[in-house]
């Protein structure tokens, strides 16, 4: 039997995550039209959807380049610090969460950038580009105030 290499481990598991949340994604992005079904509407008036303490935390972002890591298909962190005055940026491993991104973004209005990257590595993401690198686990229910 053949050993595999570390890298070569590394990049197997990869490609299993990857194609774990790819499978997820379309079901995911059908979760959030169902609990909001104003969901395109709602960022396309300038809607916001992250918990006061994030954007207490954070900090203003008017003005701000911001990175956000593993923004999903729905983006509402994205989409939301877009419509806090952000420029955004907004990556994820899955192909299929980009591509549905891509889609929300096109019926929102939107102009954040997505781009499909790991975020251990972040490439092909340049460096030195951000004033803020965001990740979150979040729901979209629950998760902000008064929703
Ligand atoms: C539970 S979702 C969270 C999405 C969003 N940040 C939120 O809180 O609503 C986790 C996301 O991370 C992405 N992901 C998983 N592993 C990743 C990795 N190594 N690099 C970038 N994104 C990853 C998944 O595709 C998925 O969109």
């Known amino acids: 039997m053949t050993e595999r290499t570390p890298e070569a481990t590394k990049q197997q ?60 298909g729905d983006a509402t962190q994205a989409f939301s610090w877009e419509n806090l005055g952000a420029s955004v940026v907004a990556c994820d491993l899955s192909p299929k969460a980009i591509e549905i991104a891509k889609d929300n973004a096109r019926v929102i209005g939107s102009s954040v950038e997505f781009i499909v990257a790991d975020a251990q590595q972040l490439a092909p993401i340049p460096d030195e580009q951000f004033d803020v690198a965001f990740t979150v686990l979040a729901s979209l229910i629950g998760t902000a105030d008064g929703r």
Do not use: S
């Not at 379309?26 to 979760?31: A, E, L």
């Open 13 to 72: 598991h990869l490609k299993m995550v990857r194609e774990a949340w790819d499978l997820y994604h379309p079901d995911y992005m059908q979760f959030h039209l169902k609990a909001r079904p104003d969901f395109h509407t709602f960022f396309r008036n300038g809607g916001v959807h992250i918990d006061r303490t994030t954007i207490e935390l954070v900090g203003n972002v008017e003005g701000l380049r911001l990175l956000d890591v593993c923004c999903a």
